[in-house]
């Protein structure tokens, strides 16, 4: 078992058993659905009224429904995007990652250098703000 399949099951076991998982595990999850490309795996890890915010984001984002598409879109313009966790810290509710986007198919390469900084209450992601260098392109709506 893979470590994202790891904690995937440690998540789902964590929340049949009635106890809201650790902050950093549902984080490991989100960056878990990410690099498979889950859409639809990612919008469930956020909370119905998550805000979802970056640097690139002309305003925030809001629900399930704006985080699936978010993800959808990306993994379109970057077919073969994924993250690598380089640090994260969790105090609480609340989680700081720093890693790395790469992607040598799409629009364009990546390699770039993201923190984000979510809150986690109750097994969901209420609230993800990612910050990096946008290069001067202009936020998208």
Known sequence: ?????TMLF??????????????????LAMFGAFNRHDADGL????ASDA??????????R???????????????EFPDIH???????AQDDRVAVRFVARSSEGARSLNLPISTF???RQGEIRSD????????RPCTH
């Open 62 to 76: 809001r629900g399930r429904p704006e985080v699936g598409r978010t993800y959808r879109e990306l993994f379109a």
């Open 118 to 120: 979510l809150v986690v």
């Open 83 to 89: 993250d690598e966790i380089e640090q994260m810290v």
């Open 51 to 60: 805000q979802l915010a970056s640097s690139d984001f002309c305003h925030p």
């Open 10 to 27: 440690a998540v789902a076991m964590t929340a049949t058993s009635g106890a809201a998982p650790r902050p950093e595990s549902v984080v």
């Open 43 to 46: 919008a469930h890890l956020y």
């Open 1 to 5: 078992m893979n470590l994202a399949s």
């Open 129 to 136: 703000v990612s910050t990096f260098d946008t290069g001067g």
